[in-house]
Structures are given as structure tokens and as C-alpha cells.
């Protein structure tokens, strides 16, 4: 059968926002996935937020799942959630790591984006690995790891699962100004649109872009859509 991609994720504490911020976050992901969809045509691509909390995505061509999993965390880690104090320590997880995700190429038995089906390995193993990591309910919450992938080729996932790991790393340091840049040189805008976007010095998106490792980030991006490709 031919290989497919699919995300599985979740907000990281989500339930300590307020309700203007749950609904302010959810609009941001919802206008993300809608203009992914336009970005990759509504029959390649399909993306939907569950529950607030969990969002789902599958694609015809499964090169592209790295580079939207980068999207979305840097997407997220750059939005202004201000938040408040009565869960800190868990308002603090969301502000350093956003969202957790996992990313798998695999098969899929049915795949209908104007339906919003999605059923098969692919969506399996992302969705597995997502559940595995839930945290909800628990006090004291370490999280070292929101990256993830799988593939139904061991050796594929032998390959990408440190790539994933690594970059995971790095943007877990990355400030909000930082994923900005990063998110913008992913949707394909130079240093130039994006200083002109933010009303900044090209000089300071460069400092932003270079602090945040984008090099590595384009490298691994290149590397995961060649091989998967």
C-alpha cells in the first residue's frame, strides 16, 4: 500500500487557559489548518482541531508532515497567551513547549478530506503515541520529550526518530519572537518580507533566525522531504 502522513497532538496544559485564551488559541489553530488546506489543496491535505485540544492531520504526499509538525510548534509557541496565575507551574509548560506531536508515514485504509475520514496504520501509530504521553490528571508533570514519529519501516523510523528528537530540543529554547521568524521562513518568507511584516530590522529577524538554529531546522526540513519523498 502506498505510505501516507498523519499528526496527532495535543495542547500541553490546555486546561489551565482561560476561556478567552481556549478560544482565542483555537481560532489561531483553526486559521492555521485552514490555510494549510488552501496551501496544499483541499483533496491532499485534512485538518481539524477536536475537543479544543487535540488536532488531527493527514496528507496524500508524506513529505510534507515534518514541516507542518514545525509549523504548528512554532505557530503555537509564538502566539501571546498571557494567561494568569492561579496554575503557573503548568501555564509555564505551555508557554516552553506549546503543543506535543507525533508524526507517522504509514498506510491509510481510507482517506477522504471532504468526508473528514481518516482511518488506518498511519493515523494509528500518531494517535498511540499521543495517548501515551497524556498527562492530564497528574500533579507534578516533567515533560522531556513533543516530538515524535513513526513509521510502519522500522528502518524509516530509525532514521527520522532522532532528527525529530533533536529538533524538538531545539526549539524548547527557542523564545516566542524566535518560533515567529521560524514559523514565517516555513510558510517561504525571506528575512526581507518577514523584517517588513514585523516592523523590524532585517538585521534582528537574521539574529532571531540564526539563535533559533534555522539552519538546522531548513536542513532537517530538506533531508526529511527528500528521503521521504
Known sequence: ?????????????????????????????????????????????????????????????????????????????????????????????????????????????????????IDGEAIQLSGRTIQSQDTSGKQNIIIKKTLFFRASEPETEEHFEPVFALLDTLLSKCTAKQCQVVYLKLMGWDEGAIAKRLNKYRSTINEHSTAAGWHSIQTAVEHFENRIR
Open 1 to 117: 500500500m502506498i505510505n501516507r502522513g498523519t499528526i496527532s497532538g495535543d495542547i500541553i496544559s490546555y486546561t489551565s487557559l482561560s476561556v478567552n485564551d481556549k478560544r482565542r488559541l483555537e481560532e489561531a489553530i483553526q486559521g492555521l489548518l485552514s490555510e494549510l488546506r488552501h496551501q496544499l489543496g483541499k483533496d491532499n491535505f485534512l485538518g481539524r482541531l477536536v475537543q479544543g485540544d487535540h488536532i488531527e492531520c493527514a496528507f496524500v504526499a508524506p513529505q510534507q508532515v515534518l514541516r507542518t509538525v514545525l509549523l504548528l510548534k512554532t505557530y503555537i509557541k509564538s502566539l501571546d497567551i498571557p494567561g494568569g496565575s492561579a496554575k503557573e507551574k503548568r501555564l509555564r509548560l505551555f508557554r516552553e513547549h506549546g503543543i506535543r506531536l507525533a508524526a507517522a508515514v504509514a498506510p491509510l485504509d481510507a482517506f477522504d478530506p471532504e468526508a473528514g475520514i
